[in-house]
């Protein structure tokens, strides 16, 4: 049922700002089509490279969510960490016109808890990234509650997990993001990638080991 943020009739999903589609390519295996949305041609092109990328039920659209074509309706609507990036005022209530009746949509994001070495990473990300503000993706969406603009229906968290990664897979995870992809940041990749790997050193680490939560809020914009 839609109030547990599932798919309703009809099985199609949309994702919006689908990013390489970590969303999008794993959701084909419970729909009839997912629609995975992003402005960036170079995001989409390495998202069909990837596992699932190719999936015939999986069509790409190469544009903003304010305006790409669609084919509503949609039994569920998704979101990641992309919401803050987006003209709100026209997409929200887009998003309620393509929704199906009793469908959701969807704001899904990961809690991270890093270890000692994250306010030096963080200061190195708020350098590179076109985002200097950082706002956790559950309480950008309270905030849209709060303020009237999306209906929340429900909330989930996961238990935490401990994730363990080599560090260089982790600079590779946040090219993944929107505003600190290497087509966004041309040049200035080389030296992102030197400066995390300066800190990762003077820490004495080669693998991360950190707590997950995994968060997800559901509802429809008002």
Same mark, same amino acid.
């Given at each position: 049922p839609s109030r547990n943020g599932r798919t309703v009739a009809p099985r199609r999903i949309l994702d919006v700002g689908a990013g390489t589609g970590a969303l999008a390519r794993r959701m084909v295996a419970s729909a009839e089509r997912v629609d995975a949305v992003d402005p960036s041609a170079a995001m989409i092109e390495e998202g069909r490279r990837l596992p699932g990328g190719d999936d015939p039920r999986l069509r790409w659209i190469a544009g903003r969510a304010e305006d790409a074509p669609l084919s509503p309706p949609y039994g569920l609507i998704t979101a990641g960490a992309s919401l803050h990036w987006l003209d709100l005022d026209v997409v929200l209530p887009r998003l309620r016109a393509v929704?199906?009746? #009793?469908?959701? &949509?969807?704001?899904? #994001?990961?809690?991270?808890?890093?270890?000692? =070495?994250?306010? #030096?990473?963080?200061?190195?990300?708020?350098? =590179?990234?076109?985002?200097? #503000?950082?706002?956790?993706?559950?309480?950008?969406?309270?905030?849209?509650? &709060?303020?009237? @603009?999306?209906?929340? @229906?429900?909330?989930?968290?996961?238990?935490?997990?401990?994730?363990? @990664?080599? &560090?260089?897979? =982790?600079?590779?995870?946040l090219h993944s993001t929107s505003t600190l992809a290497r087509v966004r940041l041309g040049d200035r990749a080389v030296r992102f990638d030197a400066d995390l790997r300066a800190v990762f050193a003077r820490y004495g680490l080669e693998r991360l080991r950190f707590e997950v939560t995994g968060v997800a809020i559901w509802g429809r914009p008002a």
């Open positions: 929704l199906a009746p #009793d469908a959701v &949509t969807a704001i899904v #994001d990961a809690e991270i808890v890093h270890g000692a =070495y994250w306010p #030096d990473v963080l200061a190195i990300i708020r350098e =590179y990234s076109e985002a200097h #503000d950082h706002t956790e993706t559950a309480d950008f969406v309270e905030n849209l509650g &709060t303020s009237g @603009q999306f209906l929340i @229906q429900g909330r989930r968290s996961t238990e935490p997990v401990w994730f363990e @990664q080599p &560090t260089e897979e =982790y600079i590779e995870m």
